[in-house]
């Protein structure tokens, strides 16, 4: 049996303690189960922006989309993911990455690397995390037992067997970053390239006792009569694409609220994707979604 929906919204505008308390409680309001926080210069500080959206709200959970493993030393991540998960009262959810933007690293004065070294360290920062905060010596200790929930992004065959390996939810990115970009530039994957990663996942988790949740990033929401005009304007980004593919891809949500209902489902029976993520300016359109998927 397929897991129920969960829908999340990454938050991506800082904003002043009112303005924010006033986003998080609409993002309730609304019915989001995660209100999230990426990991990117110029947006806002993660930990606390998450522990503000938790004071600000009563039943969402919050969590991280996803961090940049990059920017962290993992010892301290121990301790702001535990004052997190004490502060936003056992809420939180850390999801992790390995960072993709060369450019945020060269602003930060951080080495970048290659990306065999970035899952490298994304893996030793998984595990120092798993050692530290099951250690009951260690302090502060996180309100959830045994472990916050992890979630990790994932694409490439080493980052996809991490994912297997440790996290509670696997995050499937939708696209691959473009060889030689600084500025974290990225193409779709096409459906049925996506069926292939998503099929490898599986065969690398084949063992594991408790299935981890699927998850998938949804980038665009167009709630239209005209599907076809829609994407029109974003074909020039894809030009490896055609019209029929854009409209295929589970990163692209586009047509009437039914149609988009039936693309929901019908990626769920396929892929097995049941947690969404919208962004930020599409909280409101995926809204109605979100009751519709519900009450079916």
């Avoid at 009569?225 to 829609?230: G, K, L, N, S």
Wanted: net charge negative; proline share 7%; charged share 25%.
């Amino acid at each position: 049996m397929s897991r129920p929906f969960r829908f999340g919204v990454n938050l991506m505008t800082s904003a002043p303690v009112d303005e924010w308390t006033a986003k998080c409680r609409r993002a309730e309001e609304l019915g989001y189960d995660v209100i999230l926080v990426p990991d990117h210069l110029g947006m806002p500080a993660p930990f606390p922006a998450l522990v503000a959206a938790a004071q600000a709200t009563e039943r969402p959970r919050v969590g991280t989309f996803v961090l940049n493993a990059g920017f962290w030393n993992p010892a301290l991540l121990a301790r702001e993911v535990a004052t997190a998960d004490a502060l936003t009262g056992g809420r939180l959810e850390l999801g992790l990455g390995t960072g993709y933007v060369q450019a945020e690293h060269d602003t930060a004065g951080l080495p970048f690397g290659t990306p065999g070294e970035r899952v490298d360290h994304l893996r030793r920062t998984v595990e120092e995390l798993e050692r530290l905060l099951s250690d009951e010596a260690h302090r502060p200790r996180p309100v959830q037992r045994p472990r916050v929930p992890l979630l990790i992004g994932a694409n490439g065959d080493r980052m996809l067997e991490l994912t297997a390996r440790h996290a509670a939810i696997a995050a499937f990115t939708g696209g691959r970053a473009v060889r030689g970009s600084t500025t974290g530039q990225v193409v779709p994957l096409t459906a049925e390239e996506l069926d292939e990663r998503v099929a490898r996942y599986r065969e690398l988790a084949a063992g594991r006792e408790d299935p981890a949740e699927l998850n998938l990033l949804v980038q665009t929401v167009v709630v239209t009569d005209d599907r076809e005009a829609a994407v029109r304007p974003f074909l020039e980004y894809v030009p490896h694409l055609t019209t029929e593919q854009v409209l295929e891809l589970p990163i692209f949500l586009t047509g009437t609220l039914e149609q988009i209902a039936a693309q929901v489902r019908a990626h769920r029976e396929r892929y097995g994707f049941t947690y969404l993520v919208v962004l930020e300016p599409y909280m409101e359109a995926f809204a109605p979604v979100m009751r519709a998927l519900r009450t079916a």
